[in-house]
């Protein structure tokens, strides 16, 4: 049990990771939106590094978004969303999995560029380590949203449209306890409060969401076949 876990991850991020397209995509266009940031605005640096926490997480968001369309789509068309559902492993692990090497390759690596970031827009040392923080705990929640959605829309032929309606209601209070956990810190604030809560939502995100995804995917074969 533990080698078929094993080898699954493996495959899975092997695969996620010669699928060039599914991770750089999201890479370019969280750093082009960042980077536009301050050219639409102002390059006042008192501006940006009051704002640049909600740049960071609504420009984390749509590249979440970007990278999960298809996220379900290749095994459907291969069939080999019949054989997981079918496995003598549980398709919620599977699903887990499978979810699991989609933030490892496409939103990890923005995290890893956020202190980049951070220092060039003059972010002090500890309001970046909880932005990292509110990131690590929050785009994990928005991950498994978007794969919620792509599942109730797994059926369609165009749900790009449909899944942002869906999505991006779900995820405002994700944004603005991630946000806040910022500007907490700018200000000196303790921000332990706000990161107990959003970590509170990731785990009861990661204990259900997977279950529910892996019902619906269930059921929305009918309408896919």
Known sequence: MIKAIQYLFYTELLLSLRRSQEWLYPIGFFIIVICLFPLAFTPDPIFLQQYFPGCIWIAALLASLLSLENL????????????????????????????????????????????????????????TLALCISLLLGT??????????????????????????????????????????????????????????????CLLTITFLPVTISATLRMGLDDVY
Do not use: E
């Open 72 to 127: 379900f789509l290749r095994d459907v068309d291969d069939g080999s969303l019949d054989q997981i559902l079918l496995s003598h492993i549980s398709p919620t692990l599977i699903f887990l999995i499978k979810i699991l090497t989609k933030w490892l390759v496409t939103v990890l690596p923005l995290i890893l560029l956020t202190p980049i970031l951070a220092l060039l827009f003059q972010l002090s040392l500890y309001s």
């Open 140 to 201: 994990p929640i928005l991950i498994l949203l978007g794969c919620f959605g792509v599942a109730l829309t797994i059926g369609l032929k165009q749900q790009g449209v449909l899944l942002g309606f869906l999505i991006l209601p779900l995820s405002i209070p994700v944004l603005i306890f991630g946000v806040n956990i910022v500007q907490y810190s700018q200000m000196g604030l303790p921000i332990a409060g706000s990161v107990a809560f959003l970590a509170g939502i």
